[in-house]
């Protein structure tokens, strides 16, 4: 039986979405071709007739993940950002988790089209601190630009950090408490300012 255009381009996307919770869940290499096609329910042979490498297709599940994170994002406020983001909840959260946190150190060893795709999602996270923050008025935006780098900065590596710790250490949610509460120490104004 023929697909249609509009259902060959849903099942590419339902492949992409599949991939995306997958790859965040394993790692790039934790996720062959065969049992990603079974996961999302198709065959392995279809794999090829939606795209010509697997690198493609990582690179578009990386897209995916970072315009969820934004749409999970938005109209969120800094704070309430930080609060999520550095919690018990999103650090259990793999496959529903920040694309950063999960995959960062794979894609610095994938091709430039992955890379690029991190790069878009590290651009639009900084895009969506900045439509979030209430930012001390009087830094010119080069300086608040590099105060959002160090927020992205921090909360992804204290999150890698904790879920590089077992499941139930004390370390893994004290990495989290500590780091929570220096970046809201930072977002936070103070009354002098």
Not at 88 to 117: F, N, W, Y
Request: one cysteine or more; charged letters at 25%.
């Amino acid at each position: 039986m023929k697909v249609t255009k509009a259902q060959a381009q849903a099942n590419r996307a339902h492949i992409v979405e599949t991939a995306s919770v997958l790859f965040r869940e394993r790692g790039y290499d934790g996720v062959g071709i065969a049992d990603l096609m079974a996961t999302a329910g198709f065959t392995h042979g279809g794999f090829y007739k939606h795209f010509p490498s697997k690198a493609e297709l990582l690179a578009e599940a990386a897209t995916c993940g970072f315009a969820q994170g934004a749409a999970k994002a938005d109209g969120v406020d800094a704070v309430e950002f930080v609060r999520h983001y550095l919690s018990r909840e999103h650090r259990d959260a793999r496959g529903e988790g920040c694309t950063m946190a999960a995959l960062c150190v794979d894609a610095a060893r994938q091709p430039e089209s992955i890379k690029t795709a991190f790069a878009s999602g590290v651009e639009s996270m900084l895009a969506t601190l900045a439509n979030q923050a209430s930012e001390g008025d009087g830094q010119c935006a080069e300086d608040l630009r590099v105060r959002r780098i160090e927020v992205i900065a921090q909360v992804v590596g204290a999150l890698m950090l904790s879920r590089a710790c077992p499941d139930d250490s004390p370390l893994a949610d004290e990495i989290l408490d500590v780091c929570r509460t220096a970046v809201l120490t930072r977002l936070t104004p103070r009354p002098n300012e």
